[in-house]
Structure formats: structure tokens, C-alpha cells
T-cell receptor
């Protein structure tokens, strides 16, 4: 029962272009969403989050969009840089429902080519 | 995430031995999560603990696995009688209400 889905395992983009990473969820109780970035042999690092009361949150080159009716969120990175190459995990939690545990997708490997 | 300390970073155990993984959360954090990442898989939730209390262990295998977070000292994830399928990276995170900070993980290899 995969409640958070990242259907594309990998994405390759050119430096300077936009990277769009997608994530779908099935649990309507989720009300807080996060993106994490992970390099090999390291723990995930928090990137950006969004509450369900918003539909967009921006932090520098990173923007997360949330479409509640479609149960879909996306992470936009623009412009993409080679250092952005990593595995990106989408995560969700149901803070309002009292469950703070994060449910993760399987991840997507982003490669940014110079 | 440098504040969450996990040790050891690498652990090798023979089948049937016990594995103990330790996690010290960030200062001031009283909640700890354990996640497991199997090869080619994402991060799978195992257990969520508060000091001296297990809040959610719905992701823990029913046998051989246990976790604790005592009043003093680190959180411990204990795997008894390890099997090859337990080989994975185990990540600990400590959290505020809305953000989890991860440690660098313990890579367990069962031979």
C-alpha cells in the first residue's frame, strides 16, 4: 500500500534548464508535504515543505506546487545545476490527524548534465 | 542534519547475531523516527518514538526487531538473529513537528 508515489525513477536535464519532479499521494489525511534530497552514503537533507493550506511555496531556486484536488505535488528546480544531481524523496504527513510520521515515496534520481 | 548522530556508520554481522544501532537526536528533540532503505527502494518507516514511549511501530517487523528511546541515552534499534534480508541502510531522524532531520545512517551488512 504505497501512499506516496514517485512514478518516474529518474530524470536527466541540462544545466540551466528546469527540473520538474512529480509526486502523487493517495491518503486524503495528508496535510503536510516535504521534499528531501539525498546523496549516496548520506542521510536525506530537508529541502522545502508545503502545508495543505497553500498551493505554492518558493525558496530560492526551489518551488513546490500542491494540487490538493489531484493529490499531486511537484518540485521545480530552476535553473538546474550539476550539484543538484541526487535522489529526491517526496514525503507526507498527517499533522492534523495527529500522526507526525513521514511517509516517503521511493525517490527519483535527478541527473543534471553540464 | 549533522546534529543527529548515528553509530556505527557500518556494521557487519553474521547470520543469527544481534545488531544494535544507536541514534542520538538533535539537542532539544524528544522524538525519533527510524527508517530503513533496502537496495533499490525508498525510505520505509519503521517506528516513531518519544522518550520512554513508542508512539507508532506500525512499520516494524513483528519479530526480531525492537526499538527503545530511554529517558537517558540514545535511541536503540535492535535486530535479533539477523538474516541476509536485514541488510540495508537504517536511518534515524529527529523532528520538530513539521520537519525531520536525518542522521547519516548505519549500513548493516549481514554475511
Amino acid at each position: 500500500d504505497q501512499q506516496v508515489k514517485q512514478n518516474s525513477p529518474s530524470l536527466s536535464v541540462q544545466e540551466g534548464r528546469i527540473s520538474i519532479l512529480n509526486c502523487d499521494y493517495t491518503n486524503s489525511m495528508f496535510d503536510y508535504f516535504l521534499w528531501y534530497k539525498k546523496y549516496p552514503a548520506e542521510g536525506p537533507t530537508f529541502l522545502i515543505s508545503i502545508s495543505s493550506i497553500k498551493d505554492k511555496n518558493e525558496d530560492g531556486r526551489f518551488t513546490v506546487f500542491l494540487n490538493k484536488s489531484a493529490k499531486h505535488l511537484s518540485l521545480h528546480i530552476v535553473p538546474s545545476q550539476p550539484g543538484d544531481s541526487a535522489v529526491y524523496f517526496c514525503a507526507a504527513s498527517a499533522l492534523g490527524g495527529g500522526s507526525e510520521k513521514l511517509v516517503f515515496g521511493k525517490g527519483m534520481k535527478l541527473t543534471v548534465n553540464p | 542534519n549533522a546534529g543527529v548522530m548515528q553509530n556505527p556508520r557500518h556494521l557487519v554481522r553474521r547470520r543469527g547475531q544481534e545488531a544494535r544501532l544507536r541514534c542520538s537526536p538533535m539537542k532539544g528533540h524528544s522524538h525519533v523516527y527510524w527508517y530503513r532503505q533496502l537496495p533499490e527502494e525508498g525510505l520505509k518507516f519503521m517506528v516513531y518514538l518519544q522518550k520512554e514511549n513508542i508512539i507508532d511501530e506500525s512499520g516494524m517487523p513483528k519479530e526480531r526487531f525492537s526499538a527503545e528511546f530511554p529517558k537517558e541515552g540514545p535511541s536503540i534499534l535492535r535486530i535479533q538473529q539477523v538474516v541476509r534480508g536485514d541488510s540495508a541502510a537504517y536511518f534515524c531522524a529527529s523532528s520538530t513537528r513539521a520537519e525531520a532531520f536525518f542522521g547519516q545512517g548505519t549500513r548493516l551488512t549481514v554475511v
